[in-house]
C-alpha cells in the first residue's frame, strides 16, 4: 500500500489509489464513521454528531503502515483509520450482505427445490436451503416425521412470527371455521394477511397427513406473474402499484384493517412485493373515476394468476413442508373430501428480517 497518495481538500480527504481511482471521504463522515466512533463491545455508535461542528477539519493527516492517520481539534491523539477499511467502505458503497440473493422467477415448467431433514442439521446445510428459499421463493422439505419437527426447523431460523391465528395454525376442515382454509373448500391462490400492518414475510406448512381424496397444494410465482402484467400491460402494472386498498380481517376478537396497493414495485420497477388476496379485499373504495380502470387492471392481474401456465400443483405428502416468501409465492389448494380421509396442515410464519438475519450469521457476516 505503499503507491496511495491523498490531500487534505475543503469538503474532504481525497485518496487516490494504486488502482487510479480517486475517492473523497467528506470531514463529517469520516469522524461519524471511524473505528473508534463504536463502543468496542456493542459495536453500537456511541459518538454525537452534535459534539462537533458540521464544518469539523483536520489540523493535519499523516500515513504510515498502511493507514492513514487524523489529528481532529478536538482530540488529544489521532485516529486511525486502515486504508484498507476506507477502500471497503467508501460513500456509495453498500455493505455486501449474503442475505441479498436475487430472485429467480419462475413458471409451470419449475422444479421445486427439495431438501431432506436431515441434510439441514448442519449449519452449512440450513444456510444452502435458505438461500435456495431466497432465489426460488418456495422450497419443500421431506423427512420431517414427527409432529413437531416442521416447527423445531423454524426455531432453528428465527423467532416465529404470531398473529391473530396464534404462532402455530392448524389447517383442518372445521365446522366453525372464520378462515376459508378452514374449509374444506378450493382455495384460490393468495398471499397470507396482506391485512397486517407488517405481512408475514415466510410461512411454513408442514403436512401432518394428506389422507382425503383431493386436496394438492398450488403455488405460482408472483414475480412472474408481475413481469408478464408489466410487460403485456405496463400502465395496469403501474395503476396496481399506485392505487391503495382496503384489506381487512375481522371475527369476534379483531378488526385488522390497513390499506396498501397490490403491487410494491423497487426504484427500478421490478416487483419486490404482492398482496393478493380476494378474500380479505374490503369494499374497493377509491375514487370513481378510476375505478373501471383498476377493475380492468385488476382482472388482468388475476387472469395471469389463474393461468395455468403459471401455476405449479403438487401434493403434499405426510412429513413434508412447504416454505415459501408470502409477498411473492402465491399458494392454494384444491378442494378436499373430508370424508375420505384425514388432511391436516400445521403452519407457521417467520418475518423476512429473521430468516435474513440467519443467513447472515450462517455466513458469519455479523463479524465482519
Ligand atoms: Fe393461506
Redesign the pocket.
Known amino acids: 500500500m505503499t503507491d496511495f497518495a491523498f490531500a487534505l481538500e475543503p469538503d474532504g480527504l481525497l485518496l487516490h489509489s494504486p488502482d487510479g481511482v480517486s475517492r473523497r471521504f467528506p470531514w463529517l463522515w469520516l469522524r461519524d464513521n471511524e473505528p473508534a466512533a463504536f463502543h468496542p463491545v456493542t459495536q453500537e455508535r456511541s459518538f454525537d454528531l452534535l459534539s462537533v461542528p458540521p464544518d469539523i477539519f483536520p489540523e493535519r493527516a499523516e500515513m504510515r503502515d498502511g493507514e492513514i492517520l487524523i489529528h481532529w481539534p478536538d482530540l488529544p491523539g489521532p485516529c486511525a483509520y486502515r486504508l484498507d477499511w476506507l477502500l471497503a467502505r467508501a460513500p456509495g458503497r453498500r455493505r455486501p450482505d449474503p442475505a441479498d440473493i436475487a430472485p429467480v422467477a419462475w413458471a409451470d415448467d419449475h422444479a421445486v427445490a427439495r431438501f431432506e431433514a436431515a441434510a439441514l442439521a448442519g449449519d452449512e446445510g440450513l444456510g444452502r436451503m435458505l438461500s435456495q428459499l431466497k432465489r426460488d421463493g418456495l422450497v419443500v422439505i421431506g423427512g420431517l416425521d414427527g409432529d413437531e419437527e416442521g416447527v423445531a426447523l423454524g426455531q432453528r431460523i428465527g423467532f416465529l412470527r404470531e398473529t391473530n391465528f396464534g404462532v402455530i395454525f392448524e389447517?383442518v376442515s372445521r365446522p366453525d371455521p372464520n378462515?376459508q382454509?378452514y374449509t374444506h373448500d378450493e382455495?384460490g391462490l393468495?398471499?397470507?394477511?396482506p391485512n397486517q400492518h407488517l405481512v408475514p414475510g415466510y410461512?411454513f406448512l408442514h403436512c401432518l397427513a394428506n389422507e382425503a381424496t383431493g386436496g394438492d397444494s398450488v403455488f405460482a410465482d408472483g414475480f412472474r406473474i408481475l413481469e408478464d402484467l408489466r410487460a403485456a400491460a405496463p400502465a395496469a402494472f403501474r395503476l396496481l402499484a399506485e392505487v391503495d386498498v382496503p384489506f381487512r380481517f375481522r371475527d369476534r376478537e379483531t378488526d385488522l384493517r390497513i390499506r396498501r396497493p397490490l403491487v410494491e414495485p423497487d426504484a427500478a420497477g421490478r416487483p419486490v412485493r404482492l398482496a393478493f388476496?380476494p378474500g380479505i379485499l374490503d369494499i374497493v373504495d377509491m375514487e370513481s373515476g378510476i375505478v373501471g380502470d383498476w377493475y380492468r387492471a385488476y382482472r388482468s392481474l388475476k387472469a395471469l394468476v389463474d393461468s395455468h401456465s403459471r401455476r405449479l400443483q403438487l401434493r403434499l405428502k405426510s412429513g413434508e413442508m412447504a416454505v415459501f416468501d408470502n409477498s411473492r409465492i402465491l399458494?392454494?389448494r384444491t378442494a378436499f373430501d373430508p370424508n375420505t380421509g384425514r388432511r391436516r396442515l400445521r403452519?407457521y410464519y417467520i418475518d423476512r428480517g429473521e430468516l435474513d438475519s440467519r443467513i447472515r450469521v450462517l455466513h458469519g457476516a455479523q463479524f465482519e
Not at 190 to 193: Q, V, W
Open positions: 389447517v378462515n382454509a382455495l393468495h398471499t397470507d394477511l410461512q388476496n399458494h392454494g403452519g
